[in-house]
């Protein structure tokens, strides 16, 4: 087998292939400059820690296992669409398909190609917020939020007439403050609901409020005031916090807005409002929250929480049900994979939906919806699944990295993942020669191979599971002092610890992460020689809880040179 350098290799014969299929890149045959490392077969195989085991005609959630938060769904005849949040991974709000709701099948990213976004400066857990997507007269919407990015926080529109893609350049909204919005049409008239600071001064830290505004449907522009349709929440004088993700529909001669409270961790809830005007006046219902899994007790087996941020759809036979964002902790509430998407029925009670009585677990098996069924997705989403990429085609839309590369980081060809070498981990002026896939089960084995050989002290090539820039471990060939080596470097809060390092005796190593909750273990294969880096290492710094933030790990190949 050839070996690389990681700090030159002649590529002969480029194959121009993108982050995403309508994405192109490729590396050019001459550049005898560039830092790269080639990686072979990219496997996952992943475990659900609570063992479910669902019965004939029940599915099991989450439907979207790993890093899916802040879900928004919609129906167009028999078709079901849904969008997720995205922050700063590129290509971006990844779009899935389904026609039972039960088995999804990424059909593209609508955020695919530079130009649409800009993430320059921009942190992990900023970016991309809460997409809501639509559909109205032949055209796919999604409205969504630029946090932090270049210019100041924005609030723009995409299109497509195919939801796979391609999607229209944005259309930003101007003079709309806030995140969350989502579009709603009444007649002929189009509106965004969205979340802003109240009218006048906070009242207190996480003091919002949900407001209105109509649009011209033809420039997205605003065609009315803004008005205020909730000044806190549920209960005012509670002081509620941070409410936020609303929706509105229309049923039975009433708008219904139901939106997220109480913040996007242990307090998570949905409420409901509802009125005989868009434009309100609003009115809490009699059951409130009608999602929350706060009341419960901490220490219960397996448990979900944080669960909230919903969006409804009705079926074509009059049935609805509501996807929603939720956690899947181990042991010591910490969760590494982020928030994942979750679906539950609908019921209602007297004109008032009710997704789950309070006191009441979320359930990991549920019925599934009446619906014609649809065979698997060739990569399930949800319960315990194995895949392999073998590089020997275009990378999936699954495939993420991390902000939005200028220039050419990877090709595909012959059987292998070629990565030229980015800015380094942590850089947020950069993009990092990094792409990978969501962490999906607590309980998971990711391993790859890697063919390359420094040059250079710090030149470094492996597998980098990432929770965002300051919280990320690295396993992979690196040089220190003058000798090759294959190393383990975790980095928390910033700061790089080399954990463990044996001399490497070749260039061409098989790199394996087994995590398990907040533990991991580290194995490599270097000839016909398995050693175990290390065992059992704490890797609770890669949780939302210690690392802060909105997002999940994602692993998968890097390259950097220690010039950068």
Known sequence: MKRYS?????????????????????VAADDASATVARFEKFSYQGRAQENVRPRDGEFVNPILSGYYPDPSIARVGDDYYLVNSSFTNFPGLP?????????????????????????????????????????????????????????????FVITAKDP???????????GLQGIDPSLVRDGDKLYVVYNNAPEGKPRYEGHRAIWIAELDPRTLQFAGKPKVLVDGGVVPAKRPIWIEGPHIFNKDGYYYLICAEGGTADEHSEVVFRSRTITGPYVPGPVN???TQRDLDPKRPNPVTTAGHADFVQTQNGQWWAVFLATRPYPGNFYN???????????????????????????YAVTKPALPPQPAAPVPTSGNFAYVDEFDGPLSSAWIGIRIPRAPLYTVERGA????AGAPLGDLR?????????????????????????????????????????????????????????????????????????????GRVELVMDMDGGQASYRYRDGDVTTTLADKVDIRFLSTQKAGGFVGVVIGPYAASGSN
Request: proline share 6%.
């Open 6 to 26: 990681v700090q030159a290799m002649v590529l002969s014969g480029a194959l121009a292939l993108g982050l995403a299929s309508s994405m192109t890149m490729a």
């Open 95 to 155: 779009v899935f398909h389904s026609r039972d709701l039960v088995n999804w099948t990424q059909v593209g990213n609508a955020l695919d190609r530079p130009g649409q976004a800009d993430f320059t400066g921009v942190r992990a857990s900023q970016g991309i917020y809460a997409p809501d997507i639509s559909y109205h007269d032949g055209l796919f919407y999604i409205i969504t939020t630029c946090s932090s990015c270049p210019g100041g926080t924005g609030n």
């Open 164 to 174: 796979a893609g391609p999607w229209s350049q944005p259309v930003t909204i101007r």
């Open 289 to 291: 929250p009608i999602l």
């Open 337 to 363: 994979i982020g928030r994942e998407t979750f679906m539950l029925p609908v019921d209602w009670k007297d004109g008032w939906p009710l997704m789950l009585e309070q006191g009441r677990t979320v359930p």
């Open 417 to 420: 993942l070629v990565l030229r």
């Open 430 to 506: 950069g993009v990092p020669a990094f792409v990978g896939r969501r962490q999906q089960h607590h309980v998971a084995t990711v391993s790859t191979v890697v063919d390359a050989v420094p040059r250079h002290d710090g030149d470094r090539a492996g597998l980098v599971a990432m929770q965002n820039d300051d919280n990320h471990v690295f396993l992979g060939v690196t040089r220190s002092g003058g000798k090759d080596v294959v190393a383990l470097y975790k980095t928390e809060g910033g700061k790089e610890t080399l954990v463990a390092s044996r001399p490497a005796a070749s």
